[in-house]
């Protein structure tokens, strides 16, 4: 079965620090570009990075750019997000999606993990 | 940024009613535009990419159509199982951005 399982949220304080994972099985992971995507009831859904298949290609949105990392490792099938300087408004559900397409930058989402839940909070 | 529009904001409708939901571009995005499906607590679900390409074991009821600016997703006969939030996203460049969303409800 295709799938992707996010670990790692948890509740930080204002300006700490996390590490998310996605495991992924089931696919050939270091074929795909990968994505994540994070929710909150307010701002609702939010695309924040780009990884692509080989690590060579790597955006961010400007919401987290200089504070996050994405990150990856293929022989262990596994996507990273390191998350420096968190805020409250970084509070939110985070997932990791794939690429539905192999080539391009990010297109569809057609691969979604559960999602791991991150509260910034003092 | 490109903003993207979904109206209405929630419907409901009865079993069997065919259900229309919109997204609108702030500019002309092609047919860069995926359509998604939430059910609470769940991660969303890819239906149609590329405006009208509907996504394998998508039931044949959902059917997406459009390019430019102005889309639509529309459930032929809407089912009790498809009680769910629909989110529009484009990717004709960076940032992807996704609409407010569009729940659906059973009348």
């Known amino acids: 079965e295709v799938q992707l399982v996010e670990s790692g949220g948890a509740l930080v304080q204002p300006g700490g620090s996390l590490r998310l994972s996605c495991a992924a099985s089931?696919?050939?992971?270091?074929?795909?570009?990968m994505n994540w995507v994070r929710q909150t009831p307010g701002k609702g859904l939010e695309w924040i990075s780009y990884i692509d298949s080989s690590s060579n290609t790597i955006h961010y949105a400007d919401s987290v750019e200089g504070r996050f990392t994405v990150s990856r490792d293929n022989a262990k099938n596994s996507l990273y997000l390191q998350m420096n300087s968190l805020r409250a408004d970084d509070t939110a559900v985070y997932y990791c999606?794939?690429?539905?397409?192999?080539?391009?930058?990010?297109?569809?989402?057609?691969?979604w993990g559960p999602g791991t839940l991150v509260t910034v909070s003092s | 940024d490109i903003q993207m529009t979904q109206s209405p904001s929630s419907l409901s409708a009865s079993v069997g009613d065919r259900v229309t939901i919109t997204c609108q571009a702030s500019?002309?995005?092609?047919?860069?535009l995926n359509w998604y499906q939430q059910t609470p607590g769940k991660a969303p679900k890819l239906l149609i990419y590329?405006?009208?390409n509907l996504q394998t074991g998508v039931p044949s009821r959902f059917s997406g159509s459009g390019s430019g600016t102005d889309f639509s997703l529309t459930i032929s006969s809407l089912q009790p199982e498809d009680i769910a939030t629909y989110y529009c996203?484009?990717?004709?460049?960076?940032?992807?951005?996704f609409g407010g969303g569009t729940k659906v409800e059973i009348k």
């Open positions: 996203q484009h990717y004709a460049n960076l940032p992807p951005t």
């Open positions: 999606a794939r690429d539905l397409f192999m080539v391009g930058t990010t297109d569809a989402f057609d691969i």
């Open positions: 500019q002309d995005i092609a047919i860069y």
């Open positions: 089931g696919f050939t992971f270091s074929s795909y570009n």
């Open positions: 590329d405006a009208s």
